[in-house]
């Protein structure tokens, strides 16, 4: 019996995702594209909450904390979730855990890099063909959005400062005159932290603006001025909804749509991706890479033009999500498995105005087809 061929374009989350789940399709084989540009030392964290899909992450996960808090300087509200805890898992250890489950049957590796030409991929100038081909490369960012950037370290402190129970998910006591601005800090120890600058603006800043920030909050907060910096990350996120529409492949991962728009977040969508992917070709149904539903894509677009036109009320609008929520509620509506019930409370507990103008404003676009 000949094998069907699948051929997956990328070396990152997304195409070893789903290339070590192919193992449920025995009728195939598959090659593996993963570039010259996927030959990185760079490492970084992926934060995700526990679900049913994310299980194995969750299982190999570096840390894992059940409270998070989103502080502001009117509050601070500290949610909690022991079946929904947060969690966060290294790349190179993901990549290697799917390396690991990558399937007996034959596959190739290559690292030449892909090229797209008149909407078809190609390697060496020879087009990639397969029964299924399935591409992540990184998409083109569109001009003037709104975008999530941020910039940060692993701060080293001599002495206890750190609460290592909890997460800084969001605390906006920060600098908000460039846009909305918080600080994210990731407790591995009493001593030792993963502190990020987190702007959601359409101007990325110099580096040294986010060092200063942070800077600035330790010393302020934690009265922490002698540190080490070790493990430097970064990171543009596009806070607008990417899905690459291609006549002859698949597109997953960030240009298959995989990012959620309003929160940047994408691991947990990106395992969603890969296993309904599986099912489909494992059950002969229409392949379908779309994993965000229509009505949290709506929200999150109206979410977006209020946060691009009110800045300043970024705090607020998070602030009542910590209020509102428990920490069960938060998780899934982060993770999108929210209830009709959550969804309608995070929509009461809005500011109303600004959010009754972006509805119209989103519907309005939508009505003429507007970008």
């Not at 797209?116 to 990639?128: S, T």
């Not at 591995?188 to 603006?209: G, I, Y």
């Not at 991706?273 to 070709?281: V, Y």
């Amino acid at each position: 019996m000949i094998k069907k061929e699948i051929n997956i374009i990328g070396g990152g989350c997304a195409a070893l995702s789903l290339a070590r789940l192919i193992h449920n399709l025995p009728n195939y084989k598959f090659n593996l594209f993963i570039g010259n540009k996927n030959k990185t030392n760079k490492d970084h964290f992926w934060g995700f909450w526990k679900v049913k899909i994310n299980d194995d992450a969750y299982k190999k996960a570096n840390h894992v904390w059940s409270k998070w808090s989103i502080n502001t300087n009117d509050s601070k509200h500290i949610l909690t979730s022991v079946k929904h805890p947060y969690c966060v898992i290294k790349r190179k250890k993901w990549l290697g855990i799917c390396k690991k489950q990558l399937p007996s049957q034959k596959y190739t590796i290559l690292e030449n890099d892909v090229l797209e030409k008149d909407g078809q991929l190609f390697v060496k100038n020879k087009k990639i063909n397969g029964d299924l081909v399935f591409d992540s490369r990184p998409p083109k960012i569109p001009n003037n959005i709104l975008l999530q950037h941020f910039e940060g370290f692993v701060v080293t402190s001599e002495k206890d400062v750190f609460d290592q129970d909890i997460v800084t998910l969001m605390d906006f006591r920060c600098d908000q005159s460039r846009g909305m601005h918080f600080i994210y800090l990731l407790p591995f120890s009493k001593r030792k932290a993963l502190v990020e600058s987190t702007m959601f603006s359409k101007t990325v800043e110099n580096k040294e603006f986010y060092s200063a920030e942070i800077s600035k909050y330790l010393k302020k907060y934690f009265n922490l001025v002698k540190f080490t910096k070790s493990d430097h990350e970064k990171g543009i996120i596009p806070m607008h909804y990417i899905s690459c529409v291609s006549r002859e492949f698949f597109n997953i991962g960030t240009r298959g749509g995989a990012v959620r728009p309003s929160s940047g977040y994408a691991f947990t969508f990106i395992q969603k991706q890969a296993f309904q992917i599986i099912s489909q070709i494992k059950n002969r149904k229409k392949i379908n890479t779309q994993i965000h539903n229509a009505i949290d894509l709506f929200l999150d677009e109206i979410f977006i033009n209020v946060i691009n036109e009110y800045p300043i009320l970024a705090s607020k609008i998070f602030s009542s999500l910590g209020r509102i929520l428990n920490g069960d509620e938060m998780a899934k509506f982060m993770s999108g498995n929210a209830s009709l019930l959550t969804t309608c409370k995070i929509i009461i507990s809005m500011p109303k105005i600004p959010f009754i103008k972006s509805f119209f404003y989103v519907v309005y676009r939508k009505w003429f087809n507007l970008p």
